[in-house]
């Protein structure tokens, strides 16, 4: 009877730490750029990978491919006054976004935002 009592607490012991999972969310380091941001070699590519899906010609506006990007979101979609109100900036954005499809990574969106910071130059 010890036997059985002593193996069926080991068993339940055995359970309650096996069977608890914890996922842990590490941080995304955010990564401050020490040149300007290229619009080609940077802002582009977000664009490329994350929206021309849907923002594209004959889709959703503003037309983000390569080529017409730059020309469909200057000056339209930026506000170099206060950076942080560009519509190409917070509508994406991780904390504040209401886009319901994609969202800029934390770095996504501060290269971004440090693009328009910087005058949103076509470079």
Known sequence: MKKRS??????????CFTGCNYNFIVPEEIIVPT???SYSIQIQPIFTNKCVECHKPGGDSPDLTVGNSYNQIVPSQINVATP???RIYSFPAPSTSTHTW?????????LVLIWIEEGAKNN
Do not use: G, M
């Open 102 to 110: 994609k969202k800029y990574s934390l770095n996504e969106a501060n």
């Open 84 to 86: 942080v109100n560009s």
């Open 35 to 37: 040149e300007p941001v």
């Open 6 to 15: 002593l193996f069926l607490i080991l068993v339940i012991i055995t359970t």
